[in-house]
């Protein structure tokens, strides 16, 4: 995101401009209250805090080069980031080959590996187990890794 031009609107509200700024609403307070940006208007019949146009284009500048209201340098944590630039998606974890028998061994009761599964499979069924039932070959693997050969 990069800091945004205001509206054609005459007054803006406070979490408006703090929103133009890309600050949260209590960062944007906090420096009003420092003397970084310049302290809203208040409306006289309501007493709710605006900014003009032109206090509104003062905060976005001050925003853009860093140096307050107050002449003081200001560190902004969050880095605005060029418009359409989204963050990359985390990829989804490989699945784990066998992970439906790893699970079944486990909810026999025993702490199992899916690389120590892999090997007792490899020496269990060197031809591989498609036309096997899944059931039995559980119960192989489970004997196998408990340490018990029938």
Not at 44 to 54: A, F, G, L, V
Not at 92 to 102: C, F, G, L, N
Request: net charge positive.
């Amino acid at each position: 995101m990069s800091v945004q031009e205001p509206s054609d609107k005459a007054a803006l509200s406070v979490s408006e401009v703090a929103a133009l700024c890309l600050l949260s609403r209590s960062r944007f307070h906090a420096l009003v209250k420092a003397g970084v940006f310049a302290a809203p208007i208040l409306n006289e019949s309501s007493k709710r805090p605006y900014y003009t146009q032109e206090l509104a284009q003062k905060c976005i500048e001050i925003r853009r080069t860093g140096i307050g209201q107050n002449g003081q340098v200001v560190l902004f944590n969050r880095k605005p980031r060029k418009p359409g630039s989204k963050l990359k998606p985390t990829t989804p974890a490989a699945p784990q080959p066998h992970q439906e028998i790893v699970e079944a061994i486990k909810s026999l009761g025993l702490s199992v590996t899916a690389d120590a599964v892999g090997a007792a499979i490899a020496k269990l069924y060197p031809g591989g187990m498609e036309q096997l039932d899944q059931g039995e070959v559980i119960r192989k693997l489970f004997l196998h890794l408990q340490g018990g050969k029938k």
